[in-house]
């Protein structure tokens, strides 16, 4: 079984920077897939980055160049910096853990003002 546990989250203004992080426990293999979705309201769930060990990792669009993903396999934790941030980042952001299914954490509110 893996739990996550996710923070970081909170109130900033547009052009600020937040970092949240995501620590997991259990059976964690650092070849499996960590990162973060996000969810505003009244929208689907939506990727927003992942790693896997080797420090190979994946952004959408919306977040290149302003988001940064890393992982440290030792604590087995992830973080999310995230930069510049803009009012449509505003949302509940979910870390992840993918190995035969996915799992997750409960979420961390970030809320960026205009």
């Known amino acids: 079984q893996v739990q996550l546990v996710d923070s970081g989250g909170g109130l900033v203004q547009a052009g600020g920077s937040l970092r949240l992080s995501c620590a997991a426990s259990?059976?964690?293999?650092?070849?499996?897939?960590m990162g973060w979705y996000r969810q505003a309201p009244g929208k689907q769930r939506e990727l927003v980055a992942g790693?896997?060990?080797?420090?190979?990792?994946k952004y959408a669009d919306f977040v290149k160049g302003r988001f940064t993903i890393s992982r440290d396999n030792a604590k087995n934790t992830v973080y999310l910096q995230m930069n510049s941030l803009k009012p449509e980042d505003t949302a509940v952001y979910y870390c992840?853990?993918?190995?035969?299914?996915?799992?997750w954490g409960q979420g961390t509110q970030v809320t960026v003002s205009s």
């Open positions: 790693i896997i060990s080797g420090g190979s990792a």
């Open positions: 259990g059976s964690i293999f650092s070849d499996n897939t």
């Open positions: 992840f853990y993918r190995d035969n299914r996915q799992y």
